[in-house]
């Protein structure tokens, strides 16, 4: 009989998927994280350095979005805070003006957006970096404290980048 | 005994799981009874615009009757509704609100059967949350029949809903975990009816062998059959297919089977097939490697009943009730419910191919046990002469 055969000659579902989590809380017990828990880590940090730094909030949902949406860009919609008939009217002129001035705010306001794009990135990857380092930190001094040994190093699992 | 089936949409070039599983029960029901279909002209359920002609047809030996929509649904008036019900603060009004934007409107269908429901020795509706179940169930509920069809999502906790469960003479559960989530939700314990589901139509099945080349699908590969769409949870599947792929550097195919409304790379390992023939479809099912079926909605999965037809183990979403039941009774597959799982999963259903034979084997036994057309009848002929004789009372 077989690891996963049950005593009634059937394959036991149950069990093997007690056999895969069991395996899965092993890994995390030798500091063996997923890219997704990592991630999980680094957006928990990148919002608490948000928060010190005390950003309108609105900006700050848009900032740890998926997309880009919070960066500058060249088509930003022309509105003015003045209402009726004299609001249309300065809508109007800036939209009349706004080729004229795009002439010359364009080249800076691209370069700056990929700037952004790539501090942004550098931040964010650094972040991770440090948020694994520590996790393999812990990994080690937990080994050490253990007397545990061995020559897998951290992070030698598949999803061990973490490690 | 003279049936009436009352659904939303009905046809072959209708995509959808209830309304197939209404259409089959439909033909296999019309071997043995007097069976017509009460529906609406229309195919599309975003729209519900009135494409097919209105009257009397029939489809594969069953009678069919058309009427007419009412009103189309509209997106800018549907949306802000059922946000409005499903995740606020609301009112009866607008729930009733909701159920007229969500269609389909046809009060030519309800007219119809308040004029002839005498005619009909049984009514069948499917679908609890659409218009012409809601508001046509409410005519004879004596003689009603209601197939649910029920997922556990926000819609089942409307108001509006609790007291329509108890209308209906007998309920015909896709699920055991299906009777629990709306006994449980709506506040109804011990509803009339009983479990039934669906059998499979089996067409004349292209010899598995046959079916590599006729889709240009070379070697080992996944199969996932159904709307391809956020909403089924295929992003993440795709999502976390890749990441396995990418990390296990696996030459593992996953192939889409049905038709796309969401955007995604398409790429040597993640292929969308279309949707193809029946024959074609259960071809590579039983020529795949397992079915991934990742909806976290589901009241019953025709194609994870399809996939254990064939004898395929099926890797699951374990966040659906339905479906971890469904495979944990059967023992037909695994399930997952992150990222890890789903990884550990395909590991071992990949590398065990005695192992995922067995749990298709489990699974194809299960499905013979329970979801043949001749258990699938007999228990629908129970519910029917229940309401036929009127006693309604299981």
Request: glycine share 8%.
């Amino acid at each position: 009989m077989d690891e996963w055969t049950g005593p009634d000659g059937r394959v036991d579902v149950a069990a093997i998927m007690a056999g895969i989590r069991e395996k899965i809380r092993g890994r995390r017990d030798m500091g063996l994280y997923t890219d997704e828990e990592v991630e999980e880590l680094t957006s928990l940090r990148l919002q608490a350095f948000a928060d010190d730094a005390g950003i309108d909030p609105d900006l700050l949902a848009r900032l740890m979005a998926d997309n880009h949406n919070w960066n500058i860009s060249t088509d930003y919609r022309v509105e003015t805070h003045r209402a009726g008939l004299k609001g249309r009217l300065v809508v109007l002129l800036k939209q009349l003006v706004r080729p004229w001035v795009r002439l010359y705010t364009d080249q800076p306001l691209s370069r700056q957006a990929q700037i952004n794009l790539y501090l942004h990135y550098l931040c964010h990857n650094l972040v991770r970096e440090v948020v694994r380092l520590q996790i393999e930190q812990t990994a080690l001094r937990n080994r050490l404290a253990t007397g545990g040994g061995g020559d897998t190093p951290p992070g030698a699992g598949r999803e061990g980048s973490a490690g | 005994m003279r049936v009436a089936l009352v659904v939303q949409r009905y046809g072959l070039e209708v995509f959808g799981g209830a309304e197939l599983h209404c259409r089959w029960v439909a033909e296999h029901l019309a071997e043995r009874h007097q069976v017509e279909v009460l529906t609406t002209t229309a195919t599309d359920y975003l729209s519900w615009t009135n494409v097919l002609p209105a009257g009397a047809s029939a489809l594969n030996g069953v009678s069919v009757r058309r009427f007419p929509v009412a009103r189309a649904r509209r997106v800018e008036t549907f949306d802000p509704v059922a946000n409005k019900v499903c995740f606020a603060a609301h009112t009866d009004e607008e729930e009733q609100q909701w159920l007229e934007e969500h269609g389909p409107v046809c009060p030519e269908l309800v007219d119809f059967l308040r004029r002839h429901h005498r005619d009909y020795d049984a009514l069948v509706f499917f679908s609890y949350r659409y218009w012409t179940t809601y508001c046509g169930l409410q005519v004879a509920p004596e003689r009603s029949i209601l197939v649910p069809t029920a997922e556990h999502d926000r819609v089942l906790y409307l108001r509006l809903f609790r007291s329509f469960f108890r209308l209906p003479a007998q309920i015909a559960f896709n699920t055991p975990e299906e009777r629990e989530l709306i006994e449980r939700v709506t506040g109804n314990e011990g509803l009339r009816g009983e479990v039934v589901g669906t059998g499979i139509d089996r067409p004349t099945v292209v010899p598995v062998e046959e079916v590599e080349a006729r889709l240009d699908l070379l070697g080992d590969f996944l199969v996932y059959v159904g709307r391809i769409e956020p909403e089924k949870g295929c992003a993440v599947m795709i999502d976390h297919f890749l990441r396995w792929q990418r990390e296990t550097r696996s030459k593992v195919t996953l192939a889409l089977l049905g038709r796309g409304t969401m955007s995604f790379s398409e790429n040597a390992h993640v292929r969308l097939m279309g949707v193809i023939p029946d024959a074609e479809k259960l071809a590579a099912v039983g020529r795949a490697r397992a079915l991934v079926m990742p909806s976290r909605h589901e009241s019953l999965s025709m194609v994870v009943l399809e996939a254990w037809m064939m004898g395929r183990p099926v890797l699951v979403n374990g966040d659906c009730e339905v479906l971890r039941g469904q495979v944990l009774r059967s023992g037909g597959g695994l399930y997952y419910r992150r990222y890890e799982e789903f990884a550990a999963a395909l590991d071992l259903l990949l590398a065990e191919p005695a192992l995922a034979n067995r749990l298709g084997g489990q699974g194809h036994d299960y499905f013979q046990a329970n979801y043949a057309w001749e258990r699938i009848m007999e228990k629908y002929d129970r519910l029917l002469e229940r309401v036929a004789g009127g006693s309604g009372a299981s």
